[in-house]
């Protein structure tokens, strides 16, 4: 019987059913009805926004309920930049080419509007070099903006040391923590961040629901307009439903931070021992596991299509992803940032277990995977020999029709020669 094993929960993880348990009927009002039930759906709001502010040590007030981690960034980024340009501050921004689309784009827009950007290199991998962060640091400088964890590679950066340059020049520093929320320690008072942003599908809540934290005393301006929820910054009647179950999630994952991050290190050694030996694989990202997202492992296959390997994967029961999936059979902009070539690019594969897999099922795994990583590898292989054949098969052809060519425009010479020196003797005849 084929396995069904789901191993791709950097992309979005299962709703654990203890978050599903929510009862609805306290939650069904518009939380901005004065009536008894619209103050209960407010109340259950309040209680998921602390829940969310103990998983980062930082006060209720502090949280914002978005949409998404897309939402939270761009609010981030753009509002801040809202507040810059009002003041009169530098327009220039610092962020990474790692980031996330979400975190990018906005990046990219400002820069359409006359602010300058600097894009930060990193090593291979993934980490960016703080002595780079202090040397792209200027007069203007208003914004820096760096993930706290790759969703590519796993790589995890040293948030607490950058924040705090950013912090000893006084500016504005946001995060990306959507992959690191509720898989490693974040205490928002020892690290200096103005803004984080978080997902709840990334730590088992449902999807269309994310939190921004805003640091007391930081100004962010609105780029939404609407109604005043959410301190103006996320106008719109609140999905309540979905706040209660993020605020759930955060609590579970708070509780038990320590145990899970040690059953996701056991998980993410099993699948990278196995496939770290194979011939044609090597791991990408930080190679120290402690400095990666636990439970994530991502590999290079060489000789392999990364779309080709999900497939393969798929067909035989186990659930994972390409990070060159969403770009047309390129390679990523992590992977190109990193160092890796186009082919290389090509042949990514990330594999990322939750606490909701089993040893059993991460042994299979990387069994059946160590298969089709080697089998891909060989098929490309036979490929290439196959390709060169062809090629060499087609210049021998070519090459015979040259000298057929060359040897029929011979006769051809020959014979008009020959013709020639004929015709040339009967004129004479004539003449005499």
Same mark, same amino acid.
């Given at each position: 019987?084929?396995?069904?094993?789901?191993?791709?929960?950097?992309?979005?993880?299962?709703?654990?059913?203890?978050?599903?348990?929510?009862?609805?009927?306290?939650?069904?009002?518009?939380?901005?009805?004065?009536?008894?039930?619209?103050?209960?759906?407010?109340?259950?709001?309040?209680?998921?926004?602390?829940?969310?502010?103990?998983?980062?040590?930082?006060?209720?007030?502090?949280?914002?309920?978005?949409?998404?981690?897309?939402?939270?960034?761009?609010?981030?980024?753009?509002?801040?930049?809202?507040?810059?340009?009002?003041?009169?501050?530098?327009?220039?921004?610092?962020?990474?080419?790692?980031?996330?689309?979400?975190?990018?784009?906005?990046?990219?827009?400002?820069?359409?509007?006359?602010?300058?950007?600097?894009?930060?290199?990193?090593?291979?991998?993934?980490?960016?070099?703080?002595?780079?962060?202090?040397?792209?640091?200027?007069?203007?400088?208003?914004?820096?903006?760096?993930?706290?964890?790759?969703?590519?590679?796993?790589?995890?950066?040293?948030?607490?040391?950058?924040?705090?340059?950013?912090?000893?020049?006084?500016?504005?520093?946001?995060?990306?923590?959507?992959?690191?929320?509720?898989?490693?320690?974040?205490?928002?008072?020892?690290?200096?961040?103005?803004?984080?942003?978080?997902?709840?599908?990334?730590?088992?809540?449902?999807?269309?629901?994310?939190?921004?934290?805003?640091?007391?005393?930081?100004?962010?301006?609105?780029?939404?307009?609407?109604? *005043?929820?959410?301190? *103006?910054?996320?106008?719109?009647?609140?999905?309540?439903?979905?706040?209660?179950?993020?605020?759930?999630?955060?609590?579970?994952?708070?509780?038990?931070?320590?145990?899970?991050?040690?059953?996701?290190?056991?998980?993410?050694?099993?699948?990278?021992?196995?496939?770290?030996?194979?011939?044609?694989?090597?791991?990408?990202?930080?190679?120290?596991?402690?400095?990666?997202?636990?439970?994530?492992?991502?590999?290079?296959?060489? *000789?392999?299509?990364?779309?080709?390997?999900?497939?393969?994967?798929?067909?035989?029961?186990?659930?994972?992803?390409?990070?060159?999936?969403?770009? *047309?059979?390129?390679?990523?902009?992590?992977?190109?940032?990193?160092?890796?070539?186009?082919?290389?690019?090509?042949?990514?594969?990330?594999?990322?277990?939750?606490?909701?897999?089993?040893?059993?099922?991460?042994?299979?795994?990387?069994?059946?995977?160590?298969?089709?990583?080697?089998?891909?590898?060989?098929?490309?292989?036979?490929?290439?020999?196959?390709?060169?054949?062809?090629?060499?098969?087609?210049?021998?052809?070519?090459?015979?029709?040259?000298?057929?060519?060359?040897?029929?425009?011979?006769?051809?010479?020959?014979?008009?020669?020959?013709?020639?020196?004929?015709?040339?003797?009967?004129?004479?005849?004539?003449?005499?």
């Amino acid at each position: 019987m084929k396995p069904n094993i789901y191993l791709d929960n950097s992309a979005t993880t299962p709703v654990r059913g203890q978050v599903f348990a929510i009862p609805s009927k306290p939650s069904f009002g518009n939380p901005s009805s004065i009536h008894h039930i619209g103050r209960r759906s407010k109340a259950a709001i309040e209680i998921a926004r602390q829940k969310v502010a103990d998983l980062f040590g930082v006060k209720a007030r502090e949280i914002y309920f978005t949409p998404s981690a897309t939402y939270s960034n761009n609010v981030a980024l753009l509002g801040r930049a809202r507040y810059v340009e009002q003041n009169g501050l530098g327009r220039h921004i610092i962020t990474t080419g790692i980031e996330h689309s979400s975190a990018l784009a906005p990046v990219k827009y400002l820069e359409t509007q006359g602010w300058k950007v600097t894009i930060l290199d990193v090593d291979s991998e993934g980490f960016v070099d703080e002595r780079e962060l202090t040397k792209a640091i200027t007069s203007e400088t208003s914004i820096i903006s760096i993930m706290w964890a790759n969703n590519e590679v796993g790589t995890l950066q040293p948030i607490e040391r950058l924040a705090q340059i950013a912090k000893s020049h006084n500016i504005f520093f946001h995060t990306d923590a959507v992959q690191a929320a509720g898989k490693v320690k974040i205490d928002l008072n020892e690290v200096s961040a103005d803004t984080l942003s978080i997902t709840g599908h990334k730590l088992h809540a449902p999807k269309g629901i994310g939190a921004l934290f805003i640091r007391e005393g930081v100004q962010i301006l609105p780029i939404i307009f609407g109604g *005043g929820q959410e301190g *103006g910054l996320f106008p719109g009647t609140e999905g309540v439903s979905e706040i209660v179950a993020l605020g759930e999630a955060a609590e579970m994952a708070h509780a038990d931070l320590d145990a899970n991050q040690e059953y996701l290190r056991k998980l993410q050694k099993i699948l990278s021992d196995k496939l770290a030996t194979l011939p044609n694989v090597n791991l990408t990202g930080a190679m120290d596991p402690t400095k990666r997202i636990p439970g994530h492992v991502s590999v290079v296959v060489r *000789g392999a299509v990364g779309e080709e390997i999900v497939e393969a994967a798929d067909e035989r029961g186990i659930s994972i992803s390409s990070v060159s999936a969403c770009s *047309g059979r390129h390679p990523s902009h992590v992977l190109k940032h990193m160092g890796y070539t186009h082919e290389e690019g090509l042949g990514s594969a990330r594999i990322t277990a939750s606490v909701l897999n089993s040893v059993e099922e991460c042994e299979l795994a990387a069994t059946i995977l160590s298969e089709i990583f080697v089998d891909a590898g060989k098929l490309q292989a036979r490929s290439d020999i196959a390709a060169k054949s062809d090629i060499a098969a087609k210049s021998d052809i070519a090459a015979k029709s040259d000298i057929a060519a060359k040897s029929d425009i011979a006769a051809k010479a020959v014979f008009a020669t020959k013709a020639d020196i004929s015709a040339k003797a009967n004129f004479a005849l004539k003449l005499a």
